[in-house]
């Protein structure tokens, strides 16, 4: 997944998505060889600077440096926002015989040392936002003297290398007030901490500390922390029990319960019913207004963005990933949807409702006609384009989920196709591509439904909602509007109506409902 600011609508969630094969975070507690290798130790030591107008972090980057004496030094970014200070301060170096030294590239240093030697770096952080936090500068770090959020590559200074590649990341947090809550992607109140993983996926993270409230949940023996901040409409416990429940869900439906560690930070924002949020390595990061209620747009939101921790962490995209958004995304919200239905957080009527409103707003979009291409290509800067691709995802799953159901005689659907990804990926090392998805639509559908989604794909054909899609309780007609009320461009689009109000188990059997 890429790194870009998207504002949080029910269609636009901010999701990044990696090309690195997936690897567990584990603690390691050994003695590390330096070297350029998986066992490349990279250390950071953290404390709290008190200035009289300001609160900064200082910050100690170590590292061995190798046989080249020299190495790039990337800076850290402001996530998407527009804002261009810069909050790196006093950058310099603390070992002998180094020398930092500007590039062409803003973000980009180079350190020179002799070849072989420990390279140490030092440098102030401080909060670059001038103005109230709201939507569109919510991902920037935030410091306080009271508290600090940041996500990871907002922060940290780092040796430019590969992304893909597996060091050792040590991180220390001295001087911190007693009182303080610490919680990050790595554990909660840890004063030292040491992590083996990939480059992006360090960088892929949360870190937070000071008066959040923490709070501590179990699901099999793993523990689930919530750190949140602000003071909200909704009481804390009501919002824990359906975070809870939402990850119970979505590890059930995967039938993957190894997650030795997972924490949630809810941070309050400005604005009028506002909601941002981004998943991360372990964790969840939510931006909030607090004026916020708990209703299907935010458990959306989150029953979306957890389901990332398999589509698109767990289960790789082969490049270039944007041509396959449309999955990842619109399967996405497909599942968010329907995996809330399943936990009972939302009602028949509900799904029918919000789905209704996709078909409608996918009538009206003017994008519908474009190829997949022209959608990739546009999906950072057009919202047009970035909604489509959405929602075109989720009715095309609809679609092959009705055509797995009757390809298998209702033996299967589209959770086979899903599980059946997964372990191919966990397995064999698999990477979704256009073509490994063809094929495992077309070994459970039949070759007409990847004929009908290859002519969306590729020609830009309107996709036709099948009246059958949501079961046998759900009947379809068509409805039409036209732009501007009574004239202008009309539109076509299927509305879905429970055929009855009364209770029906066959209703939900269709859904997978227990």
């Not at 399943?342 to 009206?364: F, H, P």
Request: charged letters at 25%; glycine letters at 6%.
């Amino acid at each position: 997944m890429k790194r870009f600011l998207l504002l949080i609508s029910v269609f636009a969630v901010t999701s990044t998505l990696s090309n690195a094969n997936p690897s567990r975070l584990s603690l390691v507690h050994q003695d590390v060889v330096q070297s350029n290798s998986t066992s490349t130790v990279i250390n950071y030591s953290i404390e709290p600077f008190y200035d009289v107008e300001s609160f900064r972090l200082i910050v100690v980057l170590e590292f061995n440096g190798d046989k080249s004496g020299q190495t790039r030094l990337r800076l850290p970014n402001n996530y998407g926002s527009n804002n261009d200070w810069e909050g790196v301060k006093f950058l310099k170096a603390l070992s002998n015989n180094t020398t930092i030294e500007e590039t062409s590239e803003r973000d980009v240093k180079f350190v020179k040392y002799h070849p072989n030697t420990a390279v140490k770096i030092y440098y102030q952080f401080e909060q670059v936002r001038r103005e109230e936090i709201e939507l569109g500068n919510h991902y920037m770090a935030t410091l306080d003297k009271k508290y600090f959020h940041f996500l990871g590559e907002t922060f940290f200074v780092y040796p430019d290398w590969d992304a893909n590649s597996e060091f050792t990341f040590r991180v220390s947090w001295n001087k911190f007030p007693a009182k303080w809550n610490l919680a990050n992607s790595f554990g909660v109140n840890q004063k030292y901490q040491e992590v083996k993983l990939p480059l992006w996926k360090f960088r892929h993270t949360i870190f937070t500390g000071g008066n959040f409230k923490l709070e501590k949940r179990m699901i099999y023996n793993n523990p689930v922390y919530v750190a949140i901040k602000g003071n909200y409409t909704f009481p804390a416990e009501q919002f824990i029990d359906m975070i809870q429940t939402i990850l119970l869900e979505e590890r059930t439906f995967w039938n993957d319960y190894n997650f030795p560690f997972f924490l949630i930070t809810v941070f309050p924002i400005e604005g009028d019913n506002d909601q941002g949020g981004t998943g991360r390595v372990n964790s969840f990061s939510l931006f909030l207004t607090e004026d916020r209620q708990i209703d299907y747009r935010m458990k959306r939101l989150l029953a979306h963005e957890v389901f990332h921790t398999w589509l698109g962490e767990k289960i790789n995209l082969a490049g270039p990933e944007s041509l396959l958004y449309w999955f990842s995304e619109g399967f996405s919200d497909y599942y968010a949807r329907l995996l809330l239905l399943r936990a009972g957080l939302i009602s028949l009527d509900e799904y029918i409702n919000e789905y209704n409103r996709v078909l409608k707003q996918y009538g009206k979009s003017p994008a519908r006609n474009e190829k997949n291409e022209k959608l990739a290509d546009g999906f950072w800067n057009d919202g047009d384009l970035n909604k489509l691709l959405y929602m075109r995802g989720d009715i095309l799953a609809h679609s092959i989920n009705l055509a797995i159901m009757k390809n298998s005689g209702r033996k299967k659907n589209l959770d086979d196709l899903m599980r059946d990804l997964y372990k191919r990926s966990q397995e064999e090392g698999m990477l979704v591509s256009a073509g490994s998805l063809s094929n495992l639509i077309r070994f459970y559908g039949g070759d007409q439904i990847l004929a009908d989604v290859m002519k969306v794909l590729n020609s830009g054909a309107a996709i036709k909602a099948l009246p059958d899609a949501l079961g046998p309780c759900v009947e379809m007609e068509m409805e039409s509007s036209r732009k501007f009320w009574l004239f202008g461009e009309k539109f076509d689009f299927p509305v879905y109506n429970l055929k009855t109000n009364q209770f029906d188990k066959s209703c939900y059997d269709w859904f997978g409902v227990k």
